[in-house]
């Protein structure tokens, strides 16, 4: 099986980890980048591709996500496959909605997911 990079942009901290998708081997890396000044060439090095996660339950991280996203748009290739995905921490209030989320993947020309509860810890 090969390997396959798949970059997860936003305001999670999580380790590496490898899952079989579609029966290969992806390696899954987790960039935490707070803003865009964060976005380089290096963040997506490898990358087969790549998520955009941001908070739902907070408007600065979707205006952090979106401005990485617009950053690296400038220095990725164009067929880099990419997917948005909303975060609902559990005990958060919802600030951005599934709709703001939908409409943002649209204009990128992405797949979006359907925002999940995530538990903080």
Known sequence: MAAHNLICLGD???NPSEKEIDKELC?????EIAGPDEATDESIDGAG???YIYN???KLSFCHI?????KLQKIKSASTPSLLVGIVLVGTEQ???FKDGDELAR???CNFSVETDATVG
């Open 12 to 14: 999670l901290k999580q």
């Open 27 to 31: 390696t899954i890396l987790v960039r």
């Open 49 to 51: 591709g790549i998520v």
């Open 56 to 58: 739902a339950g907070s």
């Open 66 to 70: 979106t401005a990485i996203h617009d």
């Open 95 to 97: 600030e951005v909605f």
């Open 107 to 109: 204009k990128w020309g």
